[in-house]
């Protein structure tokens, strides 16, 4: 029978004081204060954003299938403790990244049995909040959790955006109109703030999603996929966070946060872990591999990708991945993979192979060895499982058993990024995204931007040829500019292109709707890094506009994307160096260029002082290069 239990506190003044009911936790800059008191006998959470009142949360506690701590709690001890750091990325949307926080330790022990006990950690960040459990093996090595009963509750109903798919579309909504499986991060729009509610540091536990609370009016409540094994949890549960920020850009600006509430790397050894732009190779021959490799090698591109297919039907069972057996109904071959792989790696371009999750299943330990020995770089896992923590315990284990190979990682489909890349920089990227591949207008991508790419790097196969650039994404511009604003290590390019040397013959997983030829003009993708030093949001509304800048080396790249009402940008250069002059080269689309599929390129001298003024059509799209003279 499942058990049901409140945090019922006795406030015992132990090694620590505080006053009446509340334990108070303020953030270093004391922006952020949380306040956790006993109120009605379970323990609550209250977070203040410079005394403004943000949301509650109620800390309700599990359901757990066995009998625990039914008498309740009380604080036995509380520890405090501040930490203030800087760490280095092994590459990513800066290039170092600040870890300031204040921690409560919070001794939770059981009335009845003073040897049973619990830890609540709560964290406060200028950025936000997060707290996590952590449980006693003694007591739980055979413990099941069947829910958690956490609920954030706020005073209105207030307007969020909301998807029930990782890949799903986003629509904003009020809270009361959330009913169950609601993705996280969710942004909600408050009087005077943003907040993003979610979760970090996911490895071993059930994924947990939102869902209503019908017993408090305008709360959500999380709701686990499925049960979870405190064991096999390593009796630790991930964080749950509420971030905060002025605008959507804050938020968005500060997604380091997650990478915080996770463990660092483990990777000794990072130098085989590179990011990079990837072209895929879809017609799966070695006509089209070589083709590929040698666009790649002249365009700055570091990585080909062969696509699904390569070594038989992927939904068939039978497939083998050990050998490379082309799919008839994909391609008719020939395919001499290691052959290409060999010309590849002459040429200094990595081979990335996509396998999907049936063959992973069943040969992950055998393929893993194999692919390095090939000479392979990394993997596209495809159409993975997630949600159990059966399966998001199986998956982070083949992202760690890939970099024991030195195989880089994107994982595909429905998982979405909880912070692991820290730990596992080999975990490059991932889907998880309502990407190009669903043609998003413009606006559905500039909520995309300032609500999933909160949570990391989103693979969003960007395109630039394909029509559908044209007829229903806003035009290549806007694709340049969504390049620069939808991080990602592993820029995927030209989706649905391929070189002209390519068998132009329909196959290959998804057939070419544009010809890469030699004479186009790609200097800007040419130019694009895929890694960043620094990253300033420099304006943007959710679904409206966007305007950021990202700099690698000297060098800076800006991107700018309107929706569907258009938008004047005027973007200041504050951010050069003093007393340094630039070439900025800037790349838009008039009503002319778009009508006509054309780019214009201006070229002009900048400086600190610059401001740039653009007026942005309609769903289109502006992108920038800044290079110090």
């Not at 399966?391 to 979405?416: G, P, S």
């Not at 044209?470 to 391929?498: C, H, I, N």
Request: with cysteine; glycine share 8%.
């Amino acid at each position: 029978m499942n058990k049901y239990f409140l945090l019922i506190i006795s406030l015992i003044a132990l090694n620590f004081s505080f006053v009446a009911k509340d334990i108070k936790l303020k953030s270093p800059s004391k922006n952020l204060t949380v306040k956790i008191v006993n109120e009605k006998s379970s323990l609550k959470l209250k977070l203040f954003n410079s005394n403004r009142s943000i949301l509650e949360a109620d800390l309700g506690g599990f359901i757990f299938d066995k009998n625990l701590f039914e008498n309740g709690f009380e604080i036995t001890d509380i520890k405090k403790s501040s930490i203030n750091e800087n760490w280095d990325t092994v590459y990513g949307e800066r290039s170092t990244v600040r870890n300031n926080y204040n921690e409560l330790e919070i001794t939770l022990t059981d009335r009845k049995d003073a040897t049973n006990s619990m830890k609540l950690i709560c964290r406060a960040y200028d950025e936000g909040f997060a707290f996590r459990y952590l449980f006693d093996p003694k007591f739980t090595s055979d413990i099941i959790i069947s829910e958690e009963l956490t609920t954030f509750s706020f005073g209105t109903d207030h307007y969020a955006w909301i998807t029930n798919r990782a890949q799903g579309e986003y629509k904003k909504d009020k809270i009361s109109s959330i009913t169950k499986g609601c993705e996280r991060p969710l942004v909600i729009k408050l009087p005077e703030s943003y907040v993003a509610i979610g979760e970090a540091g996911l490895v071993n536990f059930a994924r947990m999603k939102f869902k209503n609370n019908p017993k408090k009016e305008f709360s959500i409540q999380t709701e686990l996929d499925g049960k979870v094994n405190l064991k096999k949890a390593n009796y630790r549960m991930p964080w749950r966070f509420v971030m905060v920020g002025k605008s959507p850009g804050e938020l968005l600006e500060n997604n380091y946060f997650i990478q915080n509430l996770n463990a660092p790397n483990e990777i000794e050894d990072t130098s085989w872990i590179k990011p990079g732009k990837v072209i895929r190779e879809v017609t799966l021959t070695t006509q089209g591999g070589i083709a590929c490799v040698d666009f790649a090698a002249s365009h700055n591109l570091q990585y080909v990708e062969f696509d699904a297919g390569w070594y038989g039907n992927e939904y068939d069972d039978a497939s083998d991945a050990s050998t490379i057996t082309v799919d008839p109904k994909r391609s008719p071959g020939p395919l001499g993979l290691h052959h290409v792989i060999e010309y590849a790696n002459k040429k200094g371009v990595g081979i990335i192979l996509y396998v999907n999750q049936r063959a992973l299943e069943k040969q992950l330990d055998e393929v893993l060895p194999m692919f390095e020995l090939w000479g392979v770089k990394g993997l596209k896992y495809g159409f993975m499982n997630v949600g159990s923590q059966e399966w998001t315990t199986w998956l982070h284990d083949a992202i760690r058993k890939a970099a024991k190979y030195h195989l880089m990682v994107d994982v595909h489909d429905e998982y979405r990024p909880t912070g692991y890349e820290r730990t596992y920089p080999n975990l490059m990227t991932q889907e998880g995204i309502r990407g190009d591949e669903e043609s998003p207008s413009s606006e559905h991508t500039l909520t995309t931007l300032f609500t999933r790419m909160i949570a990391g790097a989103g693979d969003n196969t960007n395109c630039y040829l394909a029509p559908r650039v044209s007829e229903k994404m806003g035009g290549k511009t806007g694709q340049m500019a969504k390049a620069v604003l939808l991080y990602s290590p592993w820029q995927f390019l030209y989706w649905y292109d391929r070189p002209e040397e390519s068998p132009h013959k329909k196959g290959g997983a998804g057939a070419a709707s544009g010809i890469l030829k030699k004479e186009d003009k790609l200097d800007f993708y040419e130019a694009l890094p895929a890694s960043w030093d620094k990253t300033i949001v420099l304006e943007g509304g959710i679904g409206e506009h966007a305007t950021m800048a990202r700099k690698n080396g000297e060098n800076w790249f800006v991107g700018s994307l309107a929706g569907a009402q258009g938008h004047k940008t005027n973007i200041s250069l504050d951010f050069l160096d003093k007393k340094e002059d630039y070439e900025a080269v800037i790349f838009f689309q008039s009503e002319k260029d778009l009508n006509m599929n054309t780019v214009s390129i201006e070229k002009i001298k900048v400086n600190k002082k610059t401001v740039l003024s653009k007026e942005l059509l309609k769903n289109a799209g502006l992108a920038i290069i800044i290079k110090k003279l």
